[in-house]
C-alpha cells in the first residue's frame, strides 16, 4: 500500500513515465527492507529475496499467488475502461465524473500485490525486468492498446513456462533465465518488428530520403 500511494504521488507531481516510477519506487522500497533485514538478522533467507526460489515455493504461498491473481483480474475487468479513461484521457475522466487519484492509487496497489507475489519466483532484482519487458517488447509489435495488452500476457507467459522449464535442467536461478528470454524476444521485436523495429526505421528513413532526391 505504501508502495502505491508513493507511485501515485510521484506520478502526480512529476513528468515521470510510469515505468520510470515503477523502477525507482519498487527498487527504493526493496533497497530498505534488505537494509532492515541486514541491520536486523532474522531467519528470513536474504539470497532468496534477491533471487527467488521457485523451488521453495510452499502451498500456502501458491494459494496466496491465486488468490492475488484472482482479485486483481476481478477490479480489472469492473473497472477496465475506467483506468483507460484515467491513463489515456485525463481531462475526460474528470469530466464524467471519475477521480484520477483513486483509480490511480487503485491501480499502483493491484500493481504493488501482483509484484510482492512474483518475488518468490524470481527476487527482487529481477521482477521489475519481468513487469516491464513484456509490456515494452508488445509496444514494439502493434499500436492497438487491447492488443499489446494481449501480446504482453502471452510473452509473459510463454517466457516464464519455458523459463521455469529451462532453469531445471540448466541447474540455474529462474529469475535470471525467464528475464534472459524475455530480454532475447525484445531485442528480437527491437531490431525486427515490422512496422516500429531498427530495421524498420531506417529502410522508411532511407525511402524517404531516396524520395527527396
Known sequence: MLAALAMTL???VTRLR????????FSTFFAVGLLI????????????????????????DV??????IGVSLLILCLVWKDLLAVFFDESHA????????????????????C???ALQTVGA?????????????AYLLTDRFSRLVIIAIVIGALT??????????????????????????????????????????????AREQTGDH
Open 37 to 60: 533485514i541486514s541491520l536486523n538478522p532474522t531467519s528470513i533467507n536474504v539470497q532468496s529475496i534477491i533471487f527467488g526460489n521457485i523451488l521453495g515455493i510452499a502451498d500456502e
Open 125 to 137: 532484482i529481477l521482477v521489475i525486468a519481468m513487469v516491464i519487458t513484456p509490456g515494452a517488447t
Open 94 to 113: 474528470v469530466s464524467i465524473g471519475l477521480s484520477p487519484l483513486r483509480m490511480k492509487i487503485l491501480f499502483f496497489t493491484l500493481l504493488s500485490a
Open 18 to 25: 510510469e515505468d520510470a516510477i515503477i523502477g525507482f519506487i
Open 63 to 68: 494459494l496466496q499467488v491465486e488468490i492475488i
Open 160 to 205: 516464464s513456462g519455458v523459463g521455469a522449464y529451462l532453469s531445471f535442467f540448466l541447474d540455474g536461478a529462474t529469475g535470471g533465465v525467464i528475464v534472459t528470454l524475455q530480454t532475447l524476444v525484445f531485442l528480437a521485436a527491437f531490431f525486427f518488428a515490422p512496422k516500429h523495429g531498427l530495421l524498420a526505421s531506417r529502410r522508411r528513413v
Open 115 to 117: 509484484t510482492v507475489a
Open 10 to 12: 510521484v506520478r502526480h
